[in-house]
């Protein structure tokens, strides 16, 4: 199959175009920021009105998985028309095009669609209630893909990994942090379900393989605290997990507002695919084994210069 990824820069579109060369065609959507890449790459940028219809023509890929976003939740209040335009109204634009031109879509979206108030465990069937400019755009994304493709997934996802700038994830930064023998908080009332990015990549393409569309939870299938979570990182890297300091995200400082609950059920996505859905431990575990083969080195390798 012939994949074309947009954000193929970031976290997710990295990873998944690292590991799907090979097995699938990759082409990514890339802004200069990468070089070297055992994929094609396409330079584009997707807030120019004629990039989507432009991207498919040249690359005619069989299906499209589109990361790109303005993913940061404070740079989301900060440019709220950005957010609008590259959240919202470009994936509905995608979506168009690629229903016209019958090539099939999965639409990266987020678990915090949800303001977290529910007790218990989100599925497919609640009402999300976004929180601030982020949330609020991406599930407008996801509306407008639906509308515009009703054959395209929409995946909501939380996830971890190694990046390009070393610098992206939660796991990075507890790792940064720990690794340098500082400090980090970890919130003890934020739950989250993460899974490892190389499992979500792998789902994502059997999400194509097997044709599923509509909207999905593709997240881990365990929950924990933001604050385990550091605890976790810390304990299988052997560092010291006392210096991850247990604290409220309302404490934090940060000013986009943050969802306590983003526990989402992946019961649908389970039994559509007919898997187990991994959980954090086993995805820690290969997030571990890559930084010991130096997989975060070759990650940086493909930076531009
Ligand atoms: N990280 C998470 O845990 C998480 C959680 C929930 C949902 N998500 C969703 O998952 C998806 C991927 O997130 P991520 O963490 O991989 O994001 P990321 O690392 O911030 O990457 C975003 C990508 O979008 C590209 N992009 C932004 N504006 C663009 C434009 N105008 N034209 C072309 N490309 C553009 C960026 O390119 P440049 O490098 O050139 O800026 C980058 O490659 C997003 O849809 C996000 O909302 C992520």
């Not at 990468?34 to 790459?41: C, S």
């Not at 999965?106 to 669609?113: G, L, P």
């Not at 639906?146 to 070393?166: D, I, M, Q, T, Y």
């Amino acid at each position: 199959m012939k994949i074309l990824v947009t954000g193929a820069s970031g976290l997710l579109g990295l990873n998944l175009s690292l590991m799907m060369t090979g097995t699938h065609t990759l082409v990514g959507v890339d802004r200069n920021k990468l070089a070297g890449t055992p994929f094609e790459l396409i330079q584009a940028d997707l807030l120019d009105p004629s990039a989507c219809s432009r991207l498919l023509d040249i690359a005619r890929p069989d299906a499209v998985i589109h990361t790109a976003a303005l993913a940061s939740l404070e740079g989301c209040e900060a440019n709220p028309d950005e957010a609008h335009r590259l959240n919202a109204d470009m994936p509905g634009e995608l979506a168009a095009s690629a229903a016209r031109k019958g090539i099939r879509l999965i639409h990266i979206s987020t678990d915090a669609v949800f303001d977290g108030t529910k007790t218990g465990v989100y599925t497919e069937d609640d009402p999300p209630s976004p929180p601030g400019v982020y949330s609020a755009t991406k599930l407008q994304g996801e509306i407008n893909v639906l509308s515009a493709h009703p054959e395209a997934a929409v995946a909501r996802v939380n996830f971890f990994g190694w990046s390009l700038s070393g610098t992206r994830s939660l796991s990075e930064f507890f790792y940064n942090k720990l690794s340098a023998g500082q400090t980090c908080n970890g919130f003890t009332d934020v739950w989250f379900c993460p899974i490892f990015v190389g499992d979500l990549a792998a789902t994502l393409v059997r999400m194509l393989e097997k044709g599923l569309s509509g909207l999905y939870h593709t997240v881990g299938s365990e929950a924990l605290t933001k604050y385990d979570f550091g605890v976790r990182i810390a304990r299988r890297f052997g560092f010291d997990p006392g210096l991850v300091i247990p604290k409220s995200v309302e404490e934090s400082g940060l000013t986009a507002k943050r969802s306590h609950n983003l526990r989402l059920s992946v019961h649908k996505l389970s039994t559509d695919l007919g898997i187990e859905i991994p959980g954090v431990s086993t995805g820690v575990e290969k997030f571990y084994t890559q930084a010991q083969q130096g997989y975060p080195q070759k990650m940086r390798s493909y930076q531009q210069v």
